[in-house]
């Protein structure tokens, strides 16, 4: 420190305090994304798929590890950009999880016949000759995997943010490869590149939204880290238009992130276009980053305004559990129903959000656990459920599929009770904790809300049932593939989370609730 | 202490899983197993309903209870009164019946499928003895709501044409009222919560507790949706005839003589003791939809051609004196209301069965006009049809008649007119039924009917227990009655209610 200082006569520097500890999971990840990169350039093809996996999962699983031992701490790091919490630490740990089931899914090769679920070169013009003969010589490719750990590094980084340009910087390290993973589908890759074109255009809209918001606090506050806000708001109580328009464009980027209405235009598009294994890996890990950060934001920066926000997110959670719920209804493709189905459940999360209690923040922390696993079990169905043409993913071709395949159908099933909220599933646990929360804060008409959407939701994930189990299976009844050990853990991972969290849900209850409120 | 209510839900439960891991391609011996177990719970609810102490002072016998999700105060707790154990004693008499009944119904219809059928009906047995035995609010909930999936796969998936529509108007209708009633109950947990520092399900922490009455008022609304919806009470009814003339016999027994009764069970046990206040406040209301469903049920079984239909329509007017008996707040018709869901019970399982042995005998028609003579072909299947229809319009020294008999007395005791008005529905339920058995029974043989065998063997087991049941609790009410009483008069205490003095039940009851 003194030696830098002696350095830099005129503007003294003093070198920030990081407690690498803290923030070892993200270091790890980040620097598995570095090696990962290398690999794609420097090793043999041929070697690369096993490499890459180990990297992965092995990076993974010791970042997960590494947030084990560091439960207890709560501190503010590197000169308060960085806040590592009890919620941050339970959303790391989740996003984790979720992301090793995803990189399960992902790195699935046995149910396409052409052997891959990624397009072979994501350079190839769709169509083109060059497509052609990547596809006739049998190219896989593995370069899904640095980007796969760079957006969960930003995820883990997006919760933990305490700073707004940090923040940011997590969003963006989040979303851009997330738009790439959304255009690699290797059947259909006219749709997954629309898809990943729009996710990309309307992203970096909402992006600079939030930037925008961001230059307006920096206006307000002289700082845009969140807790010197908070205090900023306090000292100059009454002067606050500046902080509420910055406020409103900050939620707007993050919103559009939680698929919020009105800002879910992207989210059926990209979900029916995106391979469905990334489509489960985002579905229930982005949930959970976008609600972190929007959450932090909320309760720490601009907890003072509360009587500010609460009507407008009251309005925007009434509007997202209906929206949700009735397009949904008309929807014949699953993933878009599921999709829509995402929308909705992100309205009932911020029913809880709203309740801007202790509770509340712990039944959102539940309610998204619950919906992560759920989402990513039911996408790793999708994924299976193929016809001659790649997945098959009209309802109609759902038909009797319960009948021909019970165990798989039965799986479905579970997944879409959970979903629906149907006791002795962890959906329900879910929908009771933030319920309870925002009843005890006094919201009683957005509960009455939540409670129709429910039902209006229920009809839908119940239009699946009936489609799989009552109708009699026909010729255009699509298969299930049966897959590899990568899937079936995946999905036998979902489908006992759904179950343990409905009928045991103490433990995790237990933890959300201990992992307190967030540092400020 | 031997865990009594407990062993009773698992046996079924195991019974259930052990169905579904059987071959697919042994359904005989799903369905001996099925039986077996099914009658293994019997014998176990009979040991356990002999060791019952009616006049014990607890509020619930059998009492069992363990933390289950702490962090909301909530319990596994199970226990009894005289109500759930009436209650539980007659879902698991019905239970064997049904499978003897159905041993043939889904041979054809399933895919192949016969174990799912049976292991549906013994998962539905091991929740509806949860649900009567629950005395945690969030359990019983979850018990109410999970108890619809079984029925629900049941009517979807075995049931006639209708199936699918029915099925799932039958399961959007009731999550409508659980939904509500989700609602509301969370609403008391807060309310617990604010009143004593910790929030609680339990049920007996629940009930006395001190409430805003607007608070009140509005949770009573909740619960009592969900439980009107499953009962149903008038307007709330639409579902029933779907689901009733879509589903298997059997489904339809289960679903209306013992599923039902969880809605009119709730009123009592939950609605009344935790809402008094608020139960008063709406008695008239509930009244008033009780009165317009007796009539209006019968009145629109007068009119119909369908058997199925039928029966369904004439529930739900029965349903208005359960209702009626319940919230008239004397101790006779509440103990005649309890009565009557056991008859209910009886007479239901009675009707549907016969007619279901009828209709497999005319290519599954349930139209009234493709039968008639039936009593030449086949006596004895007629002869258990005139029971149950004698049955279901309460013929004095049937169960059926003792229950009708003290609701109407004991409405009469506080609503004069109210009780004289319903007695007139008696007389449109005695039109209706003894219509269908003209129409169906006398006259000449309906051409399609001839050659039609009578009843065999296993048919005959299947309906003689319900009749000797049905004569002997007509004639000696006794056993049922001094368990039901001393529960009944416990709501009547944490109500606050008391019976009309001697002056108005002497004029009123006009003997």
């Known amino acids: 420190m003194s030696i830098l200082a002696a350095v830099s006569v005129d503007v003294p520097f003093t070198l920030p305090i990081v407690d690498y500890n803290a923030i070892a999971p993200l270091l790890i990840l980040l620097g598995a994304g570095v090696i990962s990169v290398l690999v794609e350039a420097l090793l043999p093809r041929g070697s690369r798929r096993f490499v890459q996996l180990f990297i992965v999962l092995g990076s993974l699983i010791a970042s997960l590890a590494w947030i084990f031992t560091i439960t207890g701490v709560r501190i503010v790091t590197a000169e308060g950009a960085i806040a590592i919490d009890g919620p941050a630490l339970v959303m790391q740990g989740a996003i984790l999880m979720l992301a090793i089931l995803g990189a399960l899914l992902m790195a699935e090769r046995s149910v396409d016949p052409s052997g891959d679920v990624f397009a072979a070169r994501a350079s190839a013009l769709p169509g083109s000759e060059d497509e052609k003969q990547f596809t006739a010589r049998g190219y896989l490719q593995t370069e899904v995997w640095p980007l796969f750990l760079f957006a969960v590094s930003g995820m883990v980084l997006f919760v933990s943010a305490n700073d707004l340009l940090l923040m940011f910087v997590a969003l963006e390290v989040m979303s851009l490869p997330l738009y790439l993973l959304a255009g690699m589908a290797r059947r259909r890759r006219l749709l997954s590149q629309e898809a990943a074109l729009k996710y990309f255009l309307l992203g970096a809209f909402s992006s600079a939204f939030f930037i925008y918001g961001v230059a307006l606090v920096y206006g307000y506050a002289a700082s845009t880290q969140l807790p010197v806000i908070a205090s900023v708001l306090t000292a100059k109580p009454g002067q606050t238009s500046l902080a509420l328009i910055a406020m409103a464009l900050i939620l707007v980027g993050l919103l559009f992130k939680v698929a919020a209405v009105p800002f879910h235009q992207w989210t059926p598009d990209v979900y029916q276009g995106a391979p469905t294994a990334v489509t489960g890996f985002m579905a229930a890990t982005v949930k959970i980053a976008a609600f972190g950060a929007l959450m932090r934001v909320l309760y720490v920066a601009f907890g003072g305004m509360r009587w500010d926000w609460v009507p407008m997110m009251s309005i925007i959670a009434i509007l997202t559990m209906l929206v949700g719920s009735i397009i949904a209804i008309s929807q014949s493709d699953i993933k878009r129903m599921l999709a829509y189905s995402s929308i909705a459940q992100a309205g009932f999360i911020l029913v809880g959000v709203i309740a801007a209690s202790p509770a509340g923040l712990a039944g959102a922390l539940f309610y998204l656990i619950a919906y992560g696993f759920t989402t990513i079990g039911a996408f790793a169905v999708i994924s299976l459920v193929r016809d001659e043409s790649g997945e098959a993913t009209n309802l109609s071709k759902w038909a009797g599929l319960g009948r021909k395949s019970p165990l798989v159908g039965s799986i479905f099933a579970l997944f879409m009770l959970g979903l629906a909220g149907i006791p002795l599933t962890s959906g329900f646990i879910g929908k009771f904790s933030v319920f309870a929360a925002a009843l005890a804060s006094g919201d009683t008409w957005l509960v009455i809300v939540a409670v129709v959407a429910s039902l209006i939701a229920a009809f839908f994930y119940v239009r699946v049932i009936v489609a799989m189990f009552f109708t009699e299976s026909g010729p255009q009844t699509a298969s299930v593939v049966v897959p590899s050990v990568f899937t079936t853990i995946a999905l036998a991972a979902g489908a006992t989370v759904t179950l343990v969290l409905g009928i045991l849900p103490q433990p995790v209850l237990e933890l959300v609730s201990n992992a307190g409120l967030f540092i400020r | ?511």
């Open chain 2, 1 to 511: 202490m031997t865990p009594w209510l407990t062993i009773l839900a698992i046996v079924p439960l195991i019974g259930s899983v052990i169905l579904v891991l059987l071959p697919k391609s042994r359904p005989t011996l799903a369905k001996q197993l099925a039986l077996a177990i099914s009658l293994v719970t019997l014998v176990l609810t009979v040991i356990m309903a002999l060791q019952f102490n009616g006049a014990s002072s607890e509020p619930f016998q059998f009492a069992e209870s363990y933390p289950w999700i702490p962090a909301f105060g909530i319990s596994y707790s199970v226990g009894v009164d005289g109500i759930g154990l009436v209650l539980i004693a007659l879902a698991a008499t019905l239970v064997p019946i049904v499978i003897i009944a159905g041993w043939r119904d889904v041979d054809t219809t399933s895919d192949g499928s016969v174990k799912g059928y049976f292991a549906l009906i013994l998962a539905l047995e091991s929740l509806m003895i949860w649900v009567f035995a629950a005395t945690d609010v969030f359990m019983f909930y979850v018990f109410f709501e999970v108890m619809l999936l079984p029925v629900y796969f049941m009517i979807g998936r075995y049931g006639g044409p209708q199936r699918s529509y029915a099925a799932v108007k039958f399961l959007l209708y009731s999550l409508l009222g659980g939904l509500f009633m989700l609602a509301s109950m969370i609403g008391l947990y807060v309310v617990s919560a604010q009143v004593t520092g910790q929030g609680t399900f339990d049920y007996l922490s629940l009930v006395g507790l001190e409430m805003d009455p607007t608070t009140e008022r509005i949770l009573f609304l909740g619960f009592f949706l969900a439980f009107a919806i499953k009962a149903p009470l008038w307007p709330f009814h639409t579902w029933l005839p779907d689901a009733a003339s879509a589903a298997k016999p059997g489904t339809a027994v289960l679903l209306i003589g013992v599923l039902d009764k969880v809605g009119t069970f709730g009123m009592i046990r939950y609605c009344l003791p935790i809402f008094p206040a608020a139960s008063e406040f709406y008695a008239p209301v509930v009244i008033g939809m009780a009165l317009i469903g007796i009539f209006y049920g019968a009145y629109v079984a007068l009119n119909q051609n369908d058997m199925k239909r039928l029966f369904a329509y004439s529930s739900m007017s029965h349903f208005g004196f359960i209702a009626l008996g319940i919230f008239a707040f004397t101790t006779i018709a509440q103990s005649g209301s309890m009565v009557y869901m056991v008859a209910h019970g009886l007479s239901t399982a009675a009707l549907f069965l016969t007619a279901g042995f009828l209709m497999q005998r005319a290519n599954g028609s349930s139209l009234i006009f493709d039968f008639g003579g039936v009593n030449k072909a086949a006596p004895v299947l007629a002869g258990f049809f005139m029971f149950a229809a004698l049955s279901s319009l309460a013929l004095p020294g049937l169960v059926s008649f003792v229950g009708e008999f003290m609701v109407l007395l004991g409405t009469f005791q506080r609503y004069l007119f109210v009780g004289g008005v319903a007695t007139l529905g008696m007389v449109i339920t005695a039109a209706y039924v003894l219509r269908l058995y003209q129409k169906s029974m006398t006259g000449p043989l309906a051409p399609k009917l001839v050659g039609m065998p009578d009843l065999g063997g296993r048919e005959v087991i299947a309906l003689m227990p319900i009749v000797v049941l049905t004569l002997v609790l007509g004639l000696f009410p006794a056993p049922i009655l001094n368990v039901i009483n001393p529960a009944v008069d416990r709501v009547m205490t944490t109500i606050a209610a008391t019976d009309p003095g001697p002056t108005v039940s002497s004029e009123g009851s006009g003997q």
